[in-house]
């Protein structure tokens, strides 16, 4: 969730034009996360639990593909990337082991 908040402030000084595209795109994406964890965490069975930590952990890699583009287009400066690159990658691993221990 606050990786997700994070996200969403960063994107409010993107520039008017990416309103519809990057800053949409990557708001999305990071709330996406915590939503299908939400969802997989409801009276699923373990597959399905699986199936939407497997979404969750897609749309981690989404908003990284998105942190990078923003970095790229100047959009935010190399220390809010190497932080939010760094958070990303800490809950992707802890994910992927959440994941790997649904029985």
Known sequence: MDFGE???KIT??????????LSSQIRRASDSIALNISEGA???SNLEQKK???????????VVTC???AKRR???????FTKLYDE???????MSAFRKNIK
Request: negative net charge; glycine residues 4%; hydrophobic residues 40%.
């Open 12 to 21: 409010n000084a993107f520039p008017e034009k990416e309103k519809f595209n």
């Open 67 to 69: 942190l990078f583009k």
């Open 88 to 94: 990303a990658y800490h809950l992707v691993n802890m």
């Open 6 to 8: 994070e996200i969403d």
């Open 74 to 80: 100047n959009y935010i400066s190399e220390n809010e």
């Open 42 to 44: 409801i009276g699923q």
């Open 52 to 62: 939407f930590m497997g979404y969750a952990i897609r749309s981690l890699a989404e």
